[in-house]
Each structure stands twice: as structure tokens, then as C-alpha cells.
């Protein structure tokens, strides 16, 4: 049987670790990335495995820097691995415009595509934009970390080996249960990219439903912002009844109770509270060890996507006052957010 083809937009964290797994799992991997990058992947890449404390080579890929060089090929895949605040900026957006005609283009017309951009309503704004059908566009997102260790040093804790750490491109862990999630949106689309994930050996793929997914992972971004204006405390040690958590849970109600989020949403902003917000996070915190969850936060949300979780939640208060929502304490939050950032 024919390699499954698999085409990544972005190769960095996320595209890099999510390219090797599928490797693994048998694809043929494409890179589509900016011309500056094609350096970085003529080498092969050092990635730095949390889980069992070892680097793996990755170099079984080959790359494209140009979007019209996708035009013509088919893919089963493509997984699009780019920040929001990248992917909806002009140069974004025409490249979303050549996925859709090279979706459009291809023979088999089967090409799934699983966007990861993380961003409020991206997968309708994605469709529009693209103007390809609702059955081939799912939403995807990663549970998995991944940074890379020359753009920062967060604290080791065991059994981490610093050693092979120091020599990764890219380093990661997969402990939160399924490393990479998708929605049910595009259930064809959904269920092969799963199988094909799953038949990593080393990861695996969930399917959400829709409005789940996007009640558990929209209103994560007031709460980092709550996090950068407290300057990146530990979750368990947070005053739960200081003005900036109970403004950032607040606002984060605000956005579980948006009509996206439907019934579910309505019950969980009923029933979260101040502690409840700041004991899931400490939780997950604990989890990612060994990995320092919270030096990562602050790198990765205090900085490298600060833009996309800014304009993320600015997005959910454009779509809060179409509903005709008032949103003040998310508006408030976003307020002292841009004027200290
Ligand atoms: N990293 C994680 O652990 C993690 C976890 C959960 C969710 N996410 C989400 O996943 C998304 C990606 O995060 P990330 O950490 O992988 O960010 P990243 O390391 O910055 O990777 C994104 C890549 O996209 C590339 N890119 C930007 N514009 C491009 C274009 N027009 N064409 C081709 N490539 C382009 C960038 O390449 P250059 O700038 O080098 O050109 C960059 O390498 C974000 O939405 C993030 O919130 C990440
Ligand atoms: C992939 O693996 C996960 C976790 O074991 C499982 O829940 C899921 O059903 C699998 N998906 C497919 C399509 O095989």
C-alpha cells in the first residue's frame, strides 16, 4: 500500500513533533515553510523526548518554501501548524486561499485537513476563507508540550537529562492522556487522521465533539492572561479571591456562557468557581512533569503567542456583543493585558 502523504504548514514546535510522530506512524512528510527555515531543515532534527529522557533523529522529510509548490500534489493530510495571529495576518490568509484551491485541485478531492491553529471560531473563519466543505476541514489541537530548548531554558527537574536536552531543536512531552485531539466536525476526516496518529505506537489521537472542545479550550486564554498580570505565579499558590483571578474567572464564564458553547457551556459557567478554575490548573501543572508547565506558560503565553491569545480573546468579545453581551469583565481583563504588554 501506497505511504499515506502528509503535508504540515509550520515547522515549529507543533509542526516538528507532530511530523515525527506521523512519520512513525508511516506518512510521507512534507513541510511547507517560510524560505528562512529551509536552513534549519537541511540538517537532520534533534528532538528531545521527555518521556524517556532520550533525543531522537528525525530526517525522513523533504520541504517546500513556496505554497504555489502545493498546487498539483495530492495529500491525504494536511495538518496546518500555525499561531493564530500568523494565520489570519494577510500573508496567512492568502496561503489559506492556496490550500483551498490546491484541496479543490487534487484528483482524489479526499485531502483532509486538520487545522491546529489555535483561535476562537478559526475552523468557520478557515472554511470561508478557504472555501473548501465542511466535511474536510476538522479542528485539531495538540495536549502535547513542545518548545525548543535554544529559545529558552526552563527548570530541570528529574529525571530529565540535561545532557541530550541541551543538543534537541525541538523538546517535548505527551503525558496529559491523548497527545493530539480533534473535533468531530469532519467525522470522515476525524476518525482516518486518528487511526493514522494512533498507529504512531508512541502517541495517540482523540475525537471531541465539537462544542466540548471548544468550551475546554476557549476560556484557557483569559486565565493566562490573568497569569502574565500576576506575573506567572504558581496555580497553588494563588490568592483565588484576589481582584486579577476573580476578574480572569470571570471573564472566563464569559466566555463558557457564548451561545457557541451551547447548554454545556451555560452549566459550566454555573458551576465554575475561583478554586475550582485554579485547582485544574495546578492539576495539569502536575501532570506535565518533569516539564516546568509554568516557565513554559511564561515563555510560550507570556510571549512567543502572545499575540494570538490576545486577539483570541478580543475575538470572543467581538462575538460576546453580537450576541448582545455586555463581556465587561473580559473586556476589563484584555484592557490591562494590552496596557502592560
Ligand atoms: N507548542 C506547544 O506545545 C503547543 C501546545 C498546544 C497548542 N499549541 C498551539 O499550536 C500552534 C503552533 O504553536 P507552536 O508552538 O508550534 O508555534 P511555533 O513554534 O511558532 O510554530 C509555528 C510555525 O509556523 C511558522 N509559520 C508562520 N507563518 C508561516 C507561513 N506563512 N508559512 C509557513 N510557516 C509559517 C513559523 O515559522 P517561522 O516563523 O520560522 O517562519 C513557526 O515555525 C499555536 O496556535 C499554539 O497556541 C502549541
Ligand atoms: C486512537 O487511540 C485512542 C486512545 O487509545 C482511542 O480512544 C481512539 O478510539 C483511537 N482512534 C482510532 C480511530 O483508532
Excluded at 468550551?215 to 483565588?240: E, G, K, S, V
Amino acid at each position: 500500500m501506497a505511504k499515506p502523504r502528509v503535508l504540515i504548514v509550520g515547522a515549529g514546535a507543533m509542526g516538528m513533533v507532530t511530523g515525527y510522530i506521523l512519520h512513525l506512524a508511516g506518512a510521507e512528510v512534507t513541510f511547507l515553510v517560510r524560505p528562512h527555515r529551509a536552513e534549519a531543515l537541511n540538517h537532520p532534527q534533534t528532538l528531545y523526548y521527555y518521556n524517556d529522557n532520550s533525543l531522537k533523529e528525525f530526517k525522513e522529510y523533504v520541504y517546500l518554501t513556496d505554497p504555489s509548490q502545493i498546487l498539483g500534489n495530492e495529500y491525504d493530510f494536511i495538518v496546518i501548524t500555525l499561531d493564530g495571529a500568523a494565520l489570519k495576518c494577510e500573508t496567512g490568509r492568502s496561503l489559506v486561499k492556496t490550500i483551498g484551491s490546491a484541496v479543490r485541485q487534487s484528483n482524489s478531492k479526499r485531502t483532509g485537513v486538520i487545522l491546529g491553529t489555535v483561535f476562537f471560531n478559526v475552523r468557520s473563519w478557515f472554511l470561508e476563507v478557504s472555501g473548501l466543505p465542511e466535511d474536510s476541514v476538522t479542528l485539531g489541537w495538540f495536549t502535547i508540550r513542545a518548545y525548543s530548548p535554544t529559545a529558552v531554558t526552563l527548570p530541570l527537574h528529574p529525571p530529565t537529562d540535561p545532557e541530550p536536552l541541551s543538543k534537541a531543536r525541538i523538546a517535548w512531552i505527551d503525558n496529559l492522556g491523548d497527545g493530539f485531539g480533534v473535533d468531530d466536525s469532519a467525522p470522515r476526516v476525524a476518525n482516518a487522521f486518528a487511526k493514522l496518529y494512533n498507529s504512531s505506537g508512541v502517541s495517540t489521537c482523540g475525537i471531541t465533539p465539537t462544542a466540548q472542545a471548544g468550551l475546554y479550550m476557549n476560556p484557557i486564554f483569559a486565565i493566562y492572561a490573568a497569569c502574565a498580570l500576576l506575573d506567572w505565579p504558581r496555580f497553588t499558590d494563588i490568592d483565588t479571591q484576589g481582584e486579577i483571578w476573580r476578574l480572569a474567572v470571570a471573564a472566563a464564564k464569559e466566555i463558557q456562557s457564548l451561545s457557541i458553547h451551547g447548554e454545556l457551556g451555560q452549566h459550566a459557567a454555573q458551576s465554575t468557581t475561583e478554586t475550582s478554575m485554579a485547582e485544574r490548573f495546578a492539576d495539569i501543572d502536575a501532570k506535565l512533569l518533569p516539564l516546568d508547565n509554568r516557565a513554559f506558560n511564561r515563555y510560550h503565553h507570556g510571549g512567543k503567542v502572545n499575540e494570538q491569545d490576545t486577539k483570541h480573546l478580543r475575538a470572543c468579545v467581538g462575538f460576546g456583543k453580537g450576541e448582545g453581551k455586555d463581556m465587561a469583565a473580559l473586556r476589563e481583563l484584555v484592557r490591562r493585558v494590552e496596557s502592560v504588554f
